[in-house]
């Protein structure tokens, strides 16, 4: 399909593991946002690019957080040493415009 | 204190009832609102945008009172397939650039 689409779907890692977290926006979306969604809340955002530039990242909760997009199409959200608090459903979205389209999300699970 | 506060629920109706759902904001620069739905174990998916004259969009009508900071929804002669859960968001910023700030949500359950 034509959506945005993020990889793997699901990820169990143990305590202290490096994750990599892949998202695949729609094509030619210049918008692109990472949230961190816990049990039972909404969505928090983590960190917006505009092509290739990272213009907000002031959700990243750590210096544990780092993503990139360096051709300004796919993404990666990378989280070093994780945490049992990281746990949580990873979603993208992308924008050409106002609408944001969400991708499926990948569930961290950090044993 | 939450930038956008909604009660969680869940509230529970018979189908065909009309219910409700309120959200307050706290940044009262805040620019665009939407209401997004989203179903168990999957991404939140746009319902409708927040508009300060009130939007309806069949059964489903959006207010925004931005004196109050206060946004509602009100869905009429509910279904079963409106089981899910309602967020409240408002942007900061731009509507194409702003980050999206959500509410916890809120969590409807439609009874046959």
């Known amino acids: 399909g034509a959506g945005v689409s993020q990889s793997p779907r699901y990820k169990v890692a143990k305590r202290g593991q490096d994750v990599a977290l892949r998202c695949d926006p729609i094509s030619g979306h210049v918008s692109l946002f990472w949230y961190q969604q816990a049990l039972g809340q909404g969505p928090e955002f983590l960190t917006y690019?505009?092509?290739?530039?990272?213009?907000?990242k002031s959700g990243l909760p750590s210096d544990r957080f780092f993503a990139e997009r360096p051709e300004g199409s796919v993404s990666t959200l990378k989280i070093q040493r994780t945490q049992q608090e990281d746990s949580a459903v990873y979603l993208c979205a992308s924008s050409l415009g106002s609408v944001r389209f969400f991708g499926p999300g990948t569930r961290l699970t950090v044993l | 204190r939450k930038e956008v506060e909604q009660d969680p629920g869940p509230f529970n109706v018979p189908e065909g009832a009309t219910v409700a759902f309120n959200c307050t904001y706290s940044?009262?620069?805040?620019?665009?609102f939407f209401w997004y739905r989203q179903d168990c174990r999957k991404e939140p998916k746009l319902l409708m945008s927040v508009y300060s004259s009130g939007n309806e969009d069949g059964r489903f009508t959006a207010q925004l009172n931005r004196a109050s900071q206060y946004i509602s929804l009100l869905i009429r002669d509910s279904k079963l397939s409106d089981s899910a859960t309602y967020l409240c968001?408002?942007?900061?910023?731009?509507?194409?650039?702003?980050?999206?700030?959500f509410g916890q949500g809120t969590t409807l359950q439609v009874k046959p």
């Open positions: 968001v408002v942007t900061s910023g731009s509507s194409n650039t702003g980050k999206l700030i």
């Open positions: 940044n009262s620069a805040s620019q665009s």
């Open positions: 690019f505009q092509n290739e530039a990272q213009l907000d």
